[in-house]
């Protein structure tokens, strides 16, 4: 009895982890292409696993995410931490989240690339988060921690 008790065990565990979200890698250049896609409004949240505010305001974009997986709306949980960090710490905290957003981790360590990917107006804050519909021109970049409201406006305007 004890021994089909550990294998149940073992298979709920393997059957967590197989399911876990990888976490990709995402060059700059392959980040500046989201910013040019007509196919939606792309979210693209800048956050890391040590950021306090970046924690704090992630529950709330995962809450708009799933209100509007109806809609041409794509949002993309970005990670700047450190190489160190990749793939294990960030994988640890999006299970420990149930994040079920698409995470990335970017491999980019120049400011300025990501600067110039997001408009030229970034001045290296963490959270950062940017709401583009490329179709409409529509752009708008927010620096630190994001409400729920301030998102959902600026998605809703996006639409437009």
């Given at each position: 009895?004890m021994?089909?008790?550990?294998?149940?065990?073992?298979?709920?565990?393997?059957?967590?982890?197989?399911?876990?979200?990888?976490?990709?890698?995402?060059?700059?250049a392959q980040?500046?292409?989201?910013?040019?896609?007509k196919?939606?409004?792309?979210?693209?949240?800048?956050w890391?696993?040590?950021?306090?505010?970046?924690?704090e305001?992630?529950?709330?974009?995962e809450?708009?995410?799933?209100?509007?997986?109806d809609?041409?709306?794509?949002?993309?949980?970005?990670?700047?931490?450190?190489?160190e960090?990749?793939?294990?710490?960030i994988?640890r905290f999006?299970?420990?989240?149930?994040?079920?957003?698409p995470?990335?981790?970017?491999?980019?360590t120049?400011?300025?690339?990501?600067n110039?990917?997001?408009g030229g107006?970034?001045?290296?804050?963490?959270?950062?988060?940017?709401?583009?519909?490329a179709?409409?021109?529509?752009?708008?970049?927010?620096?630190?921690?994001?409400t729920?409201?301030?998102?959902?406006?600026?998605?809703?305007?996006?639409?437009?």
């Amino acid at each position: 009895m004890m021994k089909n008790w550990f294998l149940f065990l073992i298979v709920i565990c393997l059957g967590k982890w197989a399911t876990a979200q990888q976490i990709p890698q995402l060059t700059s250049a392959q980040l500046k292409s989201y910013t040019e896609k007509k196919d939606g409004i792309y979210v693209i949240n800048l956050w890391a696993t040590w950021c306090r505010p970046c924690v704090e305001e992630l529950p709330d974009i995962e809450k708009i995410a799933a209100s509007l997986r109806d809609k041409p709306v794509h949002v993309m949980l970005v990670s700047l931490d450190y190489a160190e960090a990749y793939p294990r710490t960030i994988q640890r905290f999006v299970t420990q989240h149930h994040l079920q957003s698409p995470v990335y981790w970017l491999n980019e360590t120049n400011p300025n690339t990501i600067n110039e990917i997001l408009g030229g107006q970034w001045m290296g804050v963490v959270p950062t988060t940017l709401v583009v519909n490329a179709k409409t021109g529509y752009r708008r970049l927010f620096q630190g921690k994001i409400t729920s409201d301030e998102l959902t406006r600026a998605i809703y305007q996006a639409m437009k």
